[in-house]
């Protein structure tokens, strides 16, 4: 059954973490067309939204007709600035709003946003109220198991947000002090789902369709969130959350279907960035390649190609070449 967050009905129960850097518009479209559920922007800063900051405006671009059901997520210390830039994702079109508690970088946690906010539950709590009052649509919460090996407070947190009228919640099972170290604890996640009747999704380290099953199995959660496990390979979402419902799981696309994937989201990276795309596009090339041999020249294009034709040929002759070898 997928879950249903107030009046939004997510596709399936496998989702797209928000990633900075990573799924911005162009990566979230492509994601959706391969069958992806419900995707999450980038942390948008909340104080840099009111000063209509220009790149954290482009952030809070998106498709409303490809992307619904889209989830903007949002990072901040002030619940009031936090609450206004919800609305004005709202007024844009977003589906639900997703609060960022579970960031490590310390350019966001010095300010006492992201997990640091787990250090404040009265503040994590006002922010909570502040941007639920703020919206009509669904507002969920993103968190880690805790600041530290001593303060493992997510269910404190969670049963916080359930009755702040949260409505989702994901949790990263790993303390804001492991960073990505060692491997997320999916158990431990477990312990907040028992605290809260909020529908839960667990996320960390999910990457293959085993991940999935034992996540959740672990956790308890009724969906899984990927992030680094979409990377280069944005079918993944789709496969994970047929898997979930038990349908008949998409195959992984041949070379050929990646080439094609890989030529419409570069295209649609020049169309949202033009051509500063090409820097921003360089990891992305990496990650599809990524287990195929000899992406070294690939990359080698990529990282120096200052005309996206280059590109493109780059990415033709060394996919053409990889679907000959596998043919
Ligand atoms: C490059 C990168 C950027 C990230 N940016 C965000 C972000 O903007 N907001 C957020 O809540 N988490 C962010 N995260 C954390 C992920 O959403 C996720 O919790 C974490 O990567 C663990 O899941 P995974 O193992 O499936 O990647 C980011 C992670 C990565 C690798």
């Not at 498709?63 to 619904?68: G, H, P, Y």
């Not at 619940?79 to 966001?108: F, S, T």
């Not at 899984?224 to 696309?253: E, H, K, Y």
Request: with cysteine.
């Amino acid at each position: 059954m997928s879950l249903q967050i107030g009046a939004v009905k997510l596709p399936h129960n496998a989702v797209l973490a928000p990633m900075s850097g990573v799924t911005d518009k162009p990566f979230r479209q492509i994601v959706r067309a391969c069958g992806g559920g419900l995707v999450v922007s980038e942390m948008v800063a909340s104080h840099a939204v009111l000063s209509a900051v220009k790149d954290e405006m482009r952030k809070l671009q998106f498709s409303a007709e490809e992307e619904s059901p889209l989830s903007i997520q949002l990072a901040g210390w002030d619940p009031e600035i936090m609450a206004e830039a919800a609305r004005i994702a709202e007024q844009l079109g977003a589906g639900l709003i997703d609060i960022n508690m579970g960031c490590p970088a310390k350019k966001v946690t010095g300010r006492l946003s992201g997990s640091a906010l787990m250090r404040d539950l009265p503040l994590a709590a006002d922010i909570c109220r502040a941007v639920k009052s703020a919206v009509s649509v669904p507002v969920t919460l993103k968190m880690r198991l805790g600041w530290d090996p001593t303060s493992r407070n997510a269910p404190e947190l969670a049963r916080i947000a359930e009755a702040e009228g949260i409505e989702m919640l994901a949790v990263h099972g790993r303390t804001r002090c492991q960073m990505y170290k060692g491997e997320a604890d999916w158990s431990a996640v477990h312990e907040v789902k028992d605290v809260v009747g909020l529908p839960l999704l667990v996320n960390g380290d999910i990457k293959t369709l085993d991940d999935v099953a034992d996540a959740k199995q672990k956790s308890g959660a009724d969906g899984v969130m990927i992030g680094r496990g979409a990377q280069g390979r944005p079918w993944f979402v789709a496969q994970a959350g047929a898997a979930l419902r038990g349908n008949v799981v998409p195959q992984t696309p041949t070379i050929a279907e990646r080439h094609e994937i890989l030529r419409n989201h570069l295209d649609g990276m020049l169309s949202f960035y033009g051509t500063h795309a090409l820097r921003l596009a360089r990891k992305h090339m990496a990650w599809y390649a990524a287990g195929l041999p000899g992406s070294a020249a690939l990359r080698q294009v990529a990282n120096n190609a200052t005309d996206a034709s280059l590109v493109f040929a780059a990415i033709d002759s060394y996919f053409l070449e990889q679907s000959g070898q596998a043919a």
